[in-house]
Every structure is written in C-alpha cells, then in structure tokens.
C-alpha cells in the first residue's frame, strides 16, 4: 500500500523566510510525487512533479522539491516566501505505472508581514 | 480555452435523496478523475476513467456511490440514499493520459459543494 504523509497540518512563516513543506511518501515501488496547491477559494492546480528524471524538480512560482529515495521524501522549499504563497499545499502520490493518486492531509501555510 | 468544470457548484439535499454530480472535462483528455475532499479526511480518490472504463474504482465509500462516463467525455457522480457524511467538495480532474499515462498533469475543476441535511 502506498501512503503519504505531511508533517505539520498547519505552517507559519514570516514574509521573505524560507518555507519549508514536509512530505514523506511510502510505496513498494518507484513513486511518482506531485505538490499542488489550493488558494482561498480556487481550485487545485499543480506545482511540480517527479517522475523519475532528475531529483530536484523545479515548479511555478518560485518552488522546487527534491525527491530523496534514502529519506522517503519530497519535501517542498522556497528561498523566500511571499504573502501571496499562503495557501493550502497537499503532497501526492502515484505508484509507478498507475493513476490512482493518494494525497496527503494537507498543510496550511500562513505567511506574516 | 475551457477549463474543467463541474455542475452544480453546490447542491444542498435532504438526507436519503439521491444526487447526481456533473463533471465536463478538458476537451481530448482520456483520464478523469473523482475526488471528495472533506474535513478531517483531506482530499481522497473515488474513482478514475480511461475513456468510458473505469479500471479502479476502489476509492468508492459505498455501492450508494457509482459513476459513469459517456463518450469519453462527460461524467456523473451520483449518490443514492445520501447520508450527511457524504457532505464533502466533490472535486473532478482530467488529464490528458498520452501513452497511458498516470503522470500527466490533473486539471481540476472548481468542486461541487454536497450539504446533506
């Protein structure tokens, strides 16, 4: 079975630090990970992705995420973080080869002024 | 062009109704996707198409719950016999699924908001 787990439901930061998102993942086989992000009252959109390629995967907005096999994780950073970051981000995964995808619990970023 | 979309954006039902929950994908996508989204459950799987087939539909809470896509296009979500745990953002994605491909980005929809009273 395969499973995703987010440290921290919920994350606060201040304006220009760095944000760090926690995921880690469980799955018999060669995962396929995904961040996306939900803003207030909008829908899910993708912010990156791991599918095998290179280990640090870049996304939008100034995002990226390193997929470490030894630590099982995928966590997410940003140098420096932006009032307009905070939102609701959920780690996801897919096992190698399938479409079902298994979210984490989520974790809220607030970012203070 | 046109995004993912989902009708109604919400629905308030008597317990023991049933409803049917819309999804119309991005033109061309093969894959699509069922997701309810709940608190203190997060965002979990219901069921995912390949075209008109549905090879895993695991996530599915209940036989209230089915779902069928015509086409390969549109979608119904529909739950008999609602029950006010079934309240919940129904969220629908497709993806373009080239190659058989799980990987492709998911475009959601904005979700249906399911109130059972």
């Known amino acids: 079975a395969q499973s995703v787990t987010q440290l921290g439901s919920h994350v606060s930061v201040s304006e220009g630090a760095l944000v760090l998102l926690r995921c880690n993942y469980s799955?018999?086989?060669?995962?396929?990970l995904f961040w996306y992000v939900q803003y207030p009252n909008q829908g899910l959109q993708l912010l990156l992705k791991?599918?095998?390629?290179?280990?640090l995967v870049k996304g939008i907005n100034g995002f990226e995420a390193e997929f470490k096999k030894s630590e099982t994780s995928f966590h997410l950073t940003k140098p420096s973080a932006h009032m307009s970051d905070a939102a609701e981000y959920f780690c996801a995964v897919i096992r190698g080869g399938g479409f079902k995808t298994i979210f984490g619990a989520g974790t809220r970023l607030f970012v203070k002024a | 062009g046109a995004g993912v979309s989902q009708s109604p954006s919400n629905k308030v039902t008597e317990k023991g109704k049933d409803v049917e929950l819309r999804c119309d994908p991005i033109?061309?996508?093969?894959?699509l996707y069922w997701y309810r989204q709940s608190l203190g459950q997060g965002l979990e799987f219901l069921i995912y198409f390949q075209g008109n087939s549905a090879p895993d539909k695991s996530g599915l809470p209940s036989d209230r719950f089915s779902a069928e896509r015509t086409g390969g296009s549109v979608s119904t979500l529909t739950i008999q016999r609602t029950q006010q745990e079934d309240s919940a953002v129904y969220l629908c994605?497709?993806?373009?699924?080239?190659?058989?491909?799980?990987?492709?980005?998911?475009?959601f929809g904005p979700g249906t908001r399911l109130t059972v009273l």
């Open positions: 791991y599918t095998s390629a290179a280990t």
């Open positions: 799955s018999s086989v060669p995962p396929y």
């Open positions: 033109s061309g996508h093969t894959a």
């Open positions: 994605a497709s993806s373009l699924a080239s190659g058989g491909r799980g990987t492709d980005t998911q475009y």
